[in-house]
């Protein structure tokens, strides 16, 4: 009987550390099943995101503070490391690649822990104009100080050095790989772990409620302070593998629109739940690099997509996700699949006209010659001739009025769902 | 010297008017619904192309019109159909809101107008040289500039101490739940004021944008150093406002003419910096006509550490 229960309890531990191993393994192995170039510089592209991501997350979500200047450390971490490197090239310094990270995400947290003491004195929006300003101000100096950020062209180094730990010495993209894989767990790890310390639970209490954290003895400020530096340091970590990866990092790495990339990116994925910023990176950075191959009106659609969410879904996707927990627990998801079914029509018909509008449009403007025929969903057509602006708008009016018919429907659903749920636990 | 001092002086109040016609709608904006509102750069960039596409098919006139009204009515909807339905999520949703507006409206205007320049000149009647003192010369547009701005600042200033609206603005700063009580609709004034710092924005795209340059990354570039002018000038306060456009203005303007550097400041003590290359070189090597661009952000974040409420401001939220 008592071992039973022990058993019992030990289960649930036993069923994380084999998923959490499982996860590890699939990581590891990915490179193995997507071996394409392509692939390769995705994979290392989305590590690399996760742990920006979530650093930007210890700020937003964990922490109340919405920065407008996150790609400073993201890119201060990144010029270290690629000086490191650097160094190392010429034979200055012997550091092994390995631990190039931690080089550029302590320089980092030092200009964290500067930033943050001058800039967390209040949260909301004063917090966001200091960030904003500090931003700026990096990303000016950047030009007036060419011996460390290299002016226009950046800066670049070799990452192929045998002065490493390990039997590898990352010449090849998917060595680089195994690099960024090995810290991106280590700093998922970190970082979850830092939301289960004090610290972490003192960063959400003074989200909440910064008066009554006071109140029961925290310094709001200290808290956010250290918050911020910890955060400064994972993204310098995270520009630190960007810079081994590129071999260089120019001043767009630090700029605002580095800081706005990670900002929706977070957003996006929802900053509500830890795993919500790793969603965002992933999905977020695999569009990016896919979509940006096929239409140059990639970053409309990744704005347009961040204002919906801005708007119908300020939890982001994991917020949607975790929406359907107790309604999946209760056994009745597959009542609201109907109503997202019919809502799902009318959304893409929406969508696709949206997209026909945008694509011609963007062919008017761009390309070097607007008579040309476009191709489009492997259909060719004339950009100036009516018929496919005709089609856009009846789609996207069509699929407006059926999508709000539809939306009344889900709602339903919903209230539905709601309703045999509050019966079910009484 | 002097000379130098005059076409500064012309330049700064120039500039300075510009930003203030930003920063004014800014600043209520935020005094009214504690809206920081990104995307109000982007009205400006919209004011430039809207006053582009009118000026091609019409002309310049009609363009100083009706641009500024098709802004405002931009704003109006944005407000009413975009920001009314976040303000339930609280300031930093609406402030995010506000950003996502500015990123799509900046890919809309790519999308619409190219990513080049667009050819928005100065109208012909008014482009030649109205008078030239000591070897400057003061052209008719910079007059006109000049004109547009003072009016419009007069305007503003009648519109806000005299009407019955801006007497409402004025109270509903300070007191909207009362103002609220005694019946008047505060969302609606909201509203009027959104649109009506859109509009005001979109008159200085009109002027500013065949002065300076009208393309796609313009309220990116103008954008981040409106909410200077606001910080410094305190957070809701349109004299605040006022008074710090003229003097970020004067800072960017007066700062290109000064080259001078530490190493020429050292020399004057007679020590020769060491030539050796490095952080050290750069930083004795910069000259201040260099630092133009980060002054006003250097600026902002040493008032918002040390008077968070700037200039004139009365409250630190």
């Known amino acids: 009987m008592k071992d039973n229960t022990a058993a019992s309890a030990m289960r649930p531990f036993v069923v994380k550390s084999l998923a959490i191993l499982a996860v590890v393994a699939i990581i590891l192995l990915l490179p193995q099943i997507f071996q394409t170039r392509f692939a390769q510089s995705l994979l290392n592209q989305i590590g690399i995101a996760v742990i920006f991501a979530l650093s930007y997350n210890m700020l937003l979500g964990q922490g109340g503070m919405l920065s407008f200047g996150h790609a400073v450390f993201y890119g201060l971490g990144g010029f270290m490391a690629i000086h490191t490197l650097k160094m190392v090239n010429n034979g200055v310094v012997p550091i092994p690649t390995e631990l190039v990270p931690l080089i550029g995400g302590a320089f980092s947290c030092i200009f964290g822990l500067i930033f943050g003491l001058i800039s967390t004195r209040r949260a909301a929006i004063p917090f966001a104009l200091i960030t904003l300003g500090i931003g700026e101000l990096i990303a000016s100096c950047?030009?007036?100080?060419?011996?460390?950020?290299?002016?226009?062209?950046?800066?670049?180094?070799?990452?192929?050095?045998?002065?490493?730990?390990?039997?590898?010495?990352f010449g090849r993209a998917g060595e680089v790989y195994l690099l960024i894989a090995a810290w991106m767990l280590v700093c998922v790890f970190l970082m979850y772990l830092l939301t289960r310390t004090p610290l972490g639970r003192m960063a959400n209490a003074v989200r909440d409620n910064p008066e009554r954290a006071r109140f029961i003895g925290y310094n709001p400020h200290m808290v956010r302070t250290i918050q911020f530096s910890l955060s400064a340091f994972f993204a310098g970590i995270a520009g630190s593998l960007f810079a081994i990866n590129f071999e260089i990092i120019t001043a767009h790495a630090l700029g605002m629109m580095a800081s706005a990339d990670v900002l929706m990116m977070t957003y996006i994925g929802g900053v509500g739940h830890f795993f919500g910023p790793i969603l965002g990176a992933v999905l977020v950075t695999f569009l990016q690099l896919v979509l940006a191959n096929i239409t140059h009106a990639w970053l409309l659609y990744f704005g347009l997509l961040f204002m919906c969410m801005v708007l119908w879904a300020p939890n982001g996707i994991s917020g949607l996700i975790m929406l359907h927990e107790p309604v999946w627990k209760a056994g009745l998801f597959k009542k609201l699949?109907?109503?997202?079914?019919?809502?799902?029509?009318?959304?893409?018909?929406?969508?696709?006209?949206?997209?026909?509008?945008?694509?011609?449009?963007?062919?008017l403007s761009l390309s070097t010659n607007p008579e040309s025929p476009m191709s489009l969903f492997g259909i060719e057509i004339s950009a100036q001739s009516a018929p496919p602006w005709i089609a856009s708008l009846l789609l996207m009016t069509v699929g407006f009025l059926f999508f709000r018919k539809a939306a009344f429907q889900v709602r339903d659903a919903w209230d539905e769902v709601t309703r045999r749920m509050r019966k079910g636990e009484h | 010297m002097l000379e130098f001092i005059l076409l500064s002086c012309i330049n700064t109040l120039i500039y300075g008017l510009l930003l203030f016609m930003l920063s004014s709608g800014l600043t209520l904006i935020f005094g009214l619904m504690n809206v920081l509102n990104f995307a109000h750069a982007s009205f400006y960039?919209?004011?430039?192309?809207?006053?582009?596409?009118?000026?091609?098919?019409?002309?310049?006139?009609?363009?100083?019109?009706?641009?500024?009204?098709?802004?405002?009515?931009?704003?109006?909807?944005?407000?009413?159909?975009?920001?009314?339905?976040?303000?339930?999520y609280g300031h930093v949703a609406e402030l995010l809101f506000t950003f996502g507006v500015f990123y799509v409206v900046n890919e809309l205007v790519i999308l619409i107008w190219g990513r080049n320049p667009v050819a928005y000149k100065i109208p012909e009647m008014l482009d030649f040289t109205l008078m030239s003192a000591m070897g400057t010369e003061f052209s008719a547009y910079r007059a006109f500039m000049l004109l547009i701005s003072v009016s419009m600042f007069a305007v503003l200033f009648f519109a806000i101490t005299r009407t019955r609206l801006g007497l409402i603005i004025q109270a509903a700063l300070t007191h909207p739940d009362m103002v609220g009580s005694l019946g008047h609709n505060v969302p609606l004034v909201f509203m009027y004021v959104f649109g009506g710092g859109a509009a005001l924005a979109g008159l200085a795209g009109v002027i500013g944008g065949n002065y300076?340059?009208?393309?796609?990354?313009?309220?990116?570039?103008?954008?981040?150093?409106?909410?200077?002018?606001?910080?410094?000038?305190?957070?809701?306060?349109?004299?605040?406002?006022?008074?710090?456009?003229?003097?970020?203005?004067?800072?960017?303007?007066?700062?290109?003419?000064?080259?001078?550097?530490?190493?020429?400041?050292?020399?004057?003590?007679?020590?020769?910096?060491?030539?050796?290359?490095?952080?050290?070189?750069?930083?004795?090597?910069?000259?201040?006509?260099?630092?133009?661009?980060m002054m006003p952000y250097l600026f902002m974040v040493l008032m918002l550490v040390f008077k968070p409420k700037g200039l004139m401001g009365t409250r630190e939220e």
């Not at chain 1, 699949?337 to 062919?363: C, D, K, M, Q, T």
């Not at chain 2, 809701?236 to 004067?250: K, M």
């Open chain 1, 337 to 363: 699949l109907p109503s997202y079914g019919r809502a799902l029509v009318p959304g893409l018909v929406l969508f696709l006209g949206v997209i026909i509008l945008v694509e011609i449009n963007y062919h």
């Open chain 1, 142 to 169: 950047a030009l007036i100080f060419p011996s460390f950020f290299g002016g226009e062209e950046g800066v670049s180094a070799n990452r192929w050095t045998d002065v490493t730990l390990s039997p590898l010495n």
């Open chain 2, 212 to 293: 300076l340059i009208t393309e796609p990354a313009m309220a990116l570039n103008l954008g981040p150093i409106v909410f200077v002018v606001v910080v410094v000038g305190g957070m809701g306060s349109l004299t605040g406002a006022f008074v710090a456009s003229l003097l970020i203005a004067a800072l960017q303007t007066f700062a290109v003419g000064f080259e001078v550097s530490l190493s020429d400041l050292l020399a004057l003590w007679g020590v020769s910096a060491p030539d050796a290359g490095g952080f050290f070189h750069d930083l004795l090597r910069i000259e201040i006509s260099h630092t133009r661009g």
């Open chain 2, 45 to 88: 960039m919209l004011g430039a192309y809207f006053a582009y596409e009118v000026s091609t098919h019409i002309g310049f006139w009609p363009a100083l019109v009706f641009a500024p009204l098709g802004v405002g009515l931009v704003g109006i909807f944005i407000e009413r159909y975009g920001l009314r339905s976040v303000h339930k």
